[in-house]
């Protein structure tokens, strides 16, 4: 699950890791009064959605004036916002931050993520910051510091100095601010089960003082029920409806921008039947997960969401029963296609356990637009074609 | 032979009293698994499907002999139940459970390390091998015995995998679901490295995911280490980035962890990559038959 920046620097003020002052506005008025309370001379008006990138978008703006706060404010708020994170569709913007202006003298990068390869948590620093911290590494891997810490030894002196000395500063009293903070950052990174925690940019002042000017945080869903204060943090409306609708009834879903439809028992198997899909030269609509239950109302809400996506020509629904015998799921099927209204041609491949009873199930039941195939090649094969007479 | 386990494991099951340790453990019994116990605290001193229940990991040991425990608890419990298994002196813990947080999983792994216990999973539909041994959830029967080694993150893929190498006229040795997890237990590596050794098998199915680095670091082992044919087959070519497909780590971040990388090194280490898994059955009969 991920955070807005004015929740994350909510976070970050808990943990002593220093921001500017802001306060979230979900109008233009409220963004005047805020710009008025804090008191200028210079404000950033900050687009508040779950994505990166927001500043090269159009989405973060400095303003001079309260006046200008007002323009601005007018113009970001409800605005959809593009940036290389959100895709071509972009986000619509309903909240805005609104920020002190801030003194840049530098700007740099601290993030902590798991280093699945170590599996511990990894610091991440650079010189580079305000860039896209994916460019760097793949430009100028060097300019990344990366000290992974173990949680069983928490935080050392030793972590610290490897990050003040690779970044280079060499000031006393700033080695002290910047370790101070990477700790409380790792701290937070640990105590919150977090996934995913950057500061990008990470500015020094003239003063040499390093405020965190952005924060981006997201965490282990796994871990949401402990921790109840980061759940209600959930800002829906920044989530795909669908997506969302999907995993209230235990369905994983990811749309898609092709026209065949998939329903797939496992997260492997629906990948694997995508990729087979586009290996045939069709394109699959989106990745669905039924899991291991695959009954006749998970199944039609399973084509329910797939249907209300106006790009799917045919569905193919792959299943491979295991313990779930292929008899009940044909069933399902058969019942899942009397609950909604499937007008597309739907493939069928069941497999495993009883699969020889199901196909007798579909073949009885004979209903024009269910066509049963006899494995993975096949329902690929088939799904393809249909989708393509379908145009 | 085969690896890990076999028809003389004793194994037990923690969450053994409840819906899903219940029904599972009733299916490995029936395939022949040698279930000696299980543990449920405050249930210790009954008697559960005809084992004996005991209320520690401890107790169980000690009075049943037990090498290998099969974990059901509930995602929050994961680790205490790793962690426990680990101070029993259990060998092998195959972890079913999905959903556990990572940072769990983090400890409970680096505790399992420490005390030399081997783990599988979490989030894994767990170990089989053919006609001796069931220690998880797969369907028993599609795994008719042979020399095919098969490791997977995917259950399904597993269940995918198997059904096609029968289907060609070939069987499993032994079949591992390492789990879709961010952090799992054994991974390709150790078990390509058990197989090798293992008389039984002849050729090596591995399937794979997009996220994270565990099949180039196999791909490098391979190079290097391994003369039995490799079949390899990754999910996701078709995942778009930053989008999590189902399993946990099933993401590409950061543009690294694609599917297109993993194929690449895997084909360079001298593996048989296949695009579709339709094809993995084809590809074990022609590797073999070379």
Same mark, same amino acid.
């Given at each position: 699950?991920?955070?807005?920046?004015?929740?994350?620097?909510?976070?970050?003020?808990?943990?002593?890791?220093?921001?500017?002052?802001?306060?979230?506005?979900?109008?233009?008025?409220?963004?005047?009064?805020?710009?008025?309370?804090?008191?200028?001379?210079?404000?950033?008006?900050?687009?508040?959605?779950?994505?990166?990138?927001?500043?090269?978008?159009?989405?973060?703006?400095?303003?001079?004036?309260?006046?200008?706060?007002?323009?601005?404010?007018?113009?970001?708020?409800?605005?959809? %916002?593009? !940036?290389?994170?959100?895709?071509?569709?972009?986000?619509?913007?309903?909240?805005?931050?609104?920020?002190?202006?801030?003194?840049?003298?530098?700007?740099?990068?601290?993030?902590?993520?798991?280093?699945?390869?170590?599996?511990?948590?990894?610091?991440?620093?650079?010189?580079?910051?305000?860039?896209?911290?994916?460019?760097?590494?793949?430009?100028?891997?060097?300019?990344?510091?990366?000290?992974?810490?173990?949680?069983?030894?928490?935080?050392?002196?030793?972590?610290?100095?490897?990050?003040?000395?690779? $970044?280079? #500063? !060499?000031?006393?009293?700033?080695?002290?601010?910047?370790?101070?903070?990477?700790?409380?950052?790792?701290?937070?990174?640990?105590?919150?089960?977090?996934?995913?925690?950057?500061?990008?940019?990470?500015?020094?002042?003239?003063?040499?003082?390093?405020?965190?000017?952005?924060?981006?945080?997201?965490?282990?869903?796994?871990?949401?029920?402990?921790?109840?204060?980061?759940?209600?943090?959930?800002?829906?409306?920044?989530?795909?409806?669908?997506?969302?609708?999907?995993?209230?009834?235990?369905?994983?879903? +990811?749309?898609?921008?092709?026209?065949?439809?998939?329903?797939?028992?496992?997260?492997?198997?629906?990948?694997?039947?995508?990729?087979?899909?586009?290996?045939?030269?069709?394109?699959?609509?989106?990745? $669905?997960?039924?899991?291991?239950?695959?009954?006749?109302? *998970?199944?039609?809400?399973?084509?329910?969401?797939?249907?209300?996506?106006?790009?799917?020509?045919?569905?193919?629904?792959?299943?491979?029963?295991?313990?779930?015998?292929?008899?009940?799921?044909?069933?399902?099927?058969?019942?899942?296609?009397?609950?909604?209204?499937?007008?597309?041609?739907?493939?069928?491949?069941?497999?495993? *356990?009883?699969?020889?009873?199901?196909?007798?199930?579909?073949?009885?039941?004979?209903?024009?637009?269910?066509?049963?195939? *006899?494995?993975?090649?096949?329902?690929?094969?088939?799904?393809?074609?249909?989708?393509?007479?379908?145009? | 032979?085969? #690896?890990?386990?076999?028809?003389?494991?004793?194994?037990? +099951?923690?969450?053994?009293?409840?819906?899903?340790?219940?029904?599972?453990?009733?299916?490995?019994?029936?395939?022949?698994?040698?279930?000696?116990?299980? +543990?449920?605290?405050?249930?210790?001193?009954?008697?559960? $499907?005809?084992?004996?229940?005991?209320?520690?990991?401890?107790?169980?040991?000690?009075?049943?002999?037990?090498?290998?425990?099969?974990?059901?608890?509930?995602?929050?419990?994961?680790?205490?139940?790793?962690?426990?298994?680990?101070?029993?002196?259990?060998?092998?813990?195959?972890?079913?459970?999905?959903?556990?947080?990572?940072?769990?999983?983090?400890?409970?792994?680096?505790?399992?390390?420490?005390?030399?216990?081997?783990?599988?999973?979490?989030?894994?539909?767990?170990?089989?091998?053919?006609?001796?041994?069931?220690?998880?959830?797969?369907?028993?029967?599609?795994?008719?015995?042979?020399?095919?080694?098969?490791?997977?993150?995917?259950? *399904?893929?597993?269940?995918?995998?198997?059904?096609?190498?029968?289907?060609?006229?070939?069987?499993?040795?032994?079949?591992?679901?390492?789990?879709?997890?961010?952090?799992?237990?054994?991974?390709?590596?150790? %078990? $390509?490295?058990?197989?090798?050794?293992?008389?039984?098998?002849?050729?090596?199915?591995?399937?794979?995911?997009?996220?994270?680095?565990?099949?180039?670091?196999?791909?490098?082992?391979?190079?290097?280490? #391994?003369?039995?044919?490799?079949?390899?087959?990754?999910?996701?070519?078709?995942?778009?980035?930053?989008?999590?497909?189902?399993?946990?780590?099933?993401?590409?971040?950061?543009?690294?962890?694609?599917?297109?990388?993993?194929?690449?090194?895997?084909?360079?280490?001298?593996?048989?990559?296949?695009?579709?898994?339709?094809? #993995?059955?084809?590809?074990?009969?022609?590797?073999?038959?070379?």
């Amino acid at each position: 699950m991920n955070i807005h920046e004015y929740q994350a620097k909510q976070i970050f003020a808990k943990y002593g890791v220093p921001t500017p002052k802001g306060i979230m506005a979900e109008s233009v008025e409220q963004a005047v009064t805020n710009a008025k309370e804090l008191g200028g001379p210079i404000w950033v008006v900050k687009a508040q959605i779950h994505a990166g990138g927001r500043g090269l978008g159009g989405g973060v703006k400095l303003a001079k004036s309260i006046d200008e706060v007002r323009t601005l404010s007018e113009e970001i708020l409800g605005m959809t %916002l593009v !940036t290389h994170q959100t895709g071509p569709e972009g986000k619509l913007v309903q909240k805005l931050y609104i920020e002190d202006g801030a003194d840049i003298k530098d700007e740099l990068y601290l993030g902590v993520v798991l280093d699945r390869a170590r599996e511990m948590p990894v610091i991440m620093a650079s010189t580079e910051g305000g860039m896209a911290i994916e460019d760097v590494a793949h430009d100028t891997p060097e300019k990344i510091i990366k000290v992974a810490v173990d949680p069983a030894i928490g935080f050392q002196g030793f972590h610290g100095r490897e990050l003040v000395f690779g $970044l280079g #500063i !060499t000031d006393k009293v700033e080695q002290g601010k910047f370790i101070k903070l990477a700790a409380a950052l790792y701290k937070l990174y640990l105590e919150n089960d977090a996934e995913m925690i950057e500061i990008n940019p990470l500015i020094k002042t003239g003063e040499g003082d390093f405020i965190a000017l952005d924060g981006k945080m997201g965490f282990d869903d796994s871990a949401l029920g402990r921790h109840p204060d980061i759940e209600a943090m959930r800002d829906i409306s920044e989530e795909d409806a669908d997506e969302r609708e999907a995993s209230e009834y235990g369905l994983s879903y +990811v749309s898609l921008d092709g026209e065949i439809g998939c329903m797939v028992n496992g997260a492997g198997l629906a990948m694997g039947t995508m990729d087979t899909i586009n290996y045939m030269g069709g394109t699959p609509a989106n990745f $669905l997960d039924v899991g291991g239950s695959a009954n006749a109302q *998970t199944v039609a809400k399973g084509f329910e969401i797939i249907l209300k996506n106006p790009n799917v020509k045919a569905i193919f629904v792959n299943i491979f029963g295991g313990i779930v015998r292929c008899d009940r799921i044909a069933n399902g099927i058969l019942e899942a296609t009397k609950l909604v209204d499937v007008h597309v041609p739907v493939i069928v491949r069941l497999d495993g *356990t009883n699969a020889p009873e199901a196909a007798e199930i579909l073949k009885k039941a004979n209903i024009a637009n269910v066509i049963a195939a *006899t494995d993975l090649a096949d329902g690929a094969a088939k799904a393809v074609a249909a989708a393509k007479q379908a145009k | 032979m085969s #690896i890990l386990v076999n028809k003389d494991t004793k194994v037990i +099951v923690q969450g053994f009293t409840g819906k899903e340790g219940s029904f599972h453990a009733e299916q490995c019994l029936a395939y022949g698994t040698k279930i000696v116990g299980g +543990v449920t605290p405050n249930k210790g001193g009954t008697e559960h $499907l005809g084992q004996p229940v005991f209320n520690t990991v401890k107790e169980a040991v000690s009075s049943t002999g037990a090498t290998v425990s099969m974990i059901f608890v509930p995602p929050a419990f994961v680790a205490d139940a790793v962690m426990e298994a680990a101070d029993a002196g259990i060998e092998l813990a195959v972890i079913i459970t999905e959903g556990a947080p990572v940072r769990d999983m983090q400890a409970a792994k680096a505790y399992a390390t420490k005390h030399n216990m081997k783990t599988i999973g979490p989030n894994c539909p767990g170990i089989i091998t053919a006609e001796e041994c069931k220690i998880g959830i797969m369907p028993g029967m599609i795994f008719k015995k042979g020399n095919i080694g098969l490791i997977s993150k995917s259950g *399904t893929l597993t269940y995918e995998g198997a059904n096609q190498v029968v289907k060609e006229g070939f069987g499993i040795s032994t079949a591992v679901g390492i789990g879709g997890d961010p952090i799992i237990g054994l991974s390709y590596k150790q %078990l $390509l490295a058990m197989f090798e050794e293992d008389s039984e098998t002849q050729a090596i199915v591995m399937i794979g995911e997009i996220g994270g680095d565990l099949e180039i670091q196999a791909a490098a082992f391979i190079k290097e280490n #391994i003369k039995k044919p490799v079949v390899a087959f990754i999910a996701g070519q078709t995942a778009p980035k930053g989008k999590r497909m189902g399993h946990a780590g099933a993401i590409v971040s950061g543009g690294a962890g694609t599917a297109a990388e993993k194929m690449a090194a895997l084909e360079e280490a001298g593996v048989k990559v296949v695009v579709s898994p339709a094809d #993995i059955g084809k590809a074990v009969a022609e590797v073999l038959a070379k």
